[in-house]
């Protein structure tokens, strides 16, 4: 079993900051890469921003403003934003892609969610 779970979540001005964290736990023999997406009323969930080793992805709309990065010593992922726009305002997933040992295989485990509400 591999649970997710996400923090820091919450409402914020336009132009504040919120720090989200998430952390692995469970049966986890490594973690190839983790990730945060997010989710808007009436859209498709997207891709925010992603590390694999030491390189990162954003998604241009974020590029600038928030920061991606991982702890591998406690299998958790943090996403720094900053310069919060109401756009930003999702409920936003951490995501991660897991190799267990017993059974072996390598999956994608979801986060539960966190709502980031930015307010103008």
């Known amino acids: 079993q591999v649970q997710l779970v996400e923090s820091g979540g919450g409402l914020v001005q336009a132009g504040g900051s919120l720090r989200l964290s998430c952390a692995a736990s469970?049966?986890?023999?490594?973690?190839?890469?983790m990730g945060w997406y997010r989710q808007a009323p009436g859209k498709q969930r997207e891709l925010v921003a992603a590390?694999?080793?030491?390189?990162?992805t954003y998604a241009d709309s974020v590029k600038g403003r928030f920061t991606i990065s991982r702890d591998n010593a406690k299998n958790t992922v943090y996403l720094q934003m900053n310069s919060l726009k109401p756009g930003d305002t999702a409920v936003y997933y951490c995501?991660?892609?897991?190799?267990?040992?017993?059974?072996?295989?390598?999956?994608?485990?979801w986060g539960q969610g966190t709502q980031v509400t930015v307010s103008s």
């Open positions: 995501s991660a892609r897991v190799r267990t040992v017993f059974p072996s295989r390598e999956f994608d485990e």
């Open positions: 590390i694999s080793g030491g390189t990162t």
């Open positions: 469970g049966s986890i023999f490594s973690i190839k890469s």
